[in-house]
């Protein structure tokens, strides 16, 4: 193994594993970092990587993007909070799926795990494993104290504050440097809807839906939030066949 590439836009954690990395593999192994898409692009096209450590939300794109082009040289470990991407890993032969924060025995493991054959199918049945032993229905945030799981259930709504977010829970508000876009991506398909360009709704926390003219949404908690003229036909239905 002669060049690794870490894709991540989270400098802590691209530091924190980059120096794991230093424990783990031959000095003379060069190891790269990106924050985006663009960057790590160039990247791959400037050098072979021989194994590539993939964040998924990126800031202004998803790290799927980088491997849309067929059938990639390198290995492939994912590296996430988000293990609700799991099952769309499976699509790119990944060799592992490390789920933020993991230690250094998780990624030892894994990068032992880069010696199976991508052909044998090894890789894959192995993710299917770790997926049947993971819950889909929560979300990893991060903490003033580190990432803590969350069930989603627990989120009310996320509203956008520029390239952050801000999550809304039963109990507390956090800030999140990842922007709505990206949690809209996350979360659409585990009832969550956009209901506006700065909100994103929990639609089991719904208390109902006003009129085209109103153009408003209650919450059960008593908030009321602006319904966008384009989406309200959207959200309308789709309120209706999630509740």
Avoid at 20 to 36: F, G, H, Q, R, S
Avoid at 165 to 187: C, G, I, M, N, P
Wanted: hydrophobic letters at 40%; aromatic letters at 6%.
């Amino acid at each position: 193994m002669e060049k690794i590439l870490i894709v991540d836009d989270e400098q802590e954690a691209c530091t924190v594993l980059k120096l794991m990395l230093k424990k783990l593999v031959p000095d003379t192994c060069t190891i790269l970092e990106a924050d985006d898409v663009v960057p790590a692009r160039a990247l791959l096209q400037q050098h072979k990587i021989d194994l590539l450590f993939l964040d998924i939300q990126l800031r202004s794109g998803n790290g799927f993007e980088l491997l849309e082009k067929g059938k990639q040289p390198f290995q492939l470990i994912f590296t996430t909070a988000y293990d609700q991407y799991a099952v769309k890993a499976f699509r790119f032969s990944a060799v592992d799926y490390l789920l933020k924060p993991f230690g250094l025995e998780e990624l030892k493991e894994s990068i032992q795990r880069t010696t199976i054959d991508s052909q044998s199918g090894k890789g894959t049945a192995m993710l299917e494993q770790m997926l049947e032993s993971k819950r889909l229905d929560q979300i990893m945030l991060p903490t003033p104290h580190g990432y803590e799981q969350y069930p989603l259930e627990q989120i009310l709504r996320i509203q956008a504050a520029v390239n952050y977010s801000e999550v809304y829970l039963q109990d507390r508000k956090l800030l999140v440097a990842k922007t709505l876009k990206a949690y809209d991506d996350l979360l659409k398909d585990s009832g969550f809807l956009r209901i506006h360009q700065s909100h994103l709704i929990n639609a089991q926390h719904v208390k109902k839906l006003g009129s085209s003219k109103e153009l408003k949404l209650e919450m059960k908690c008593g908030e009321a939030l602006p319904v966008s003229r384009r989406r309200y036909s959207a959200v309308k239905e789709q309120l209706k066949q999630l509740l």
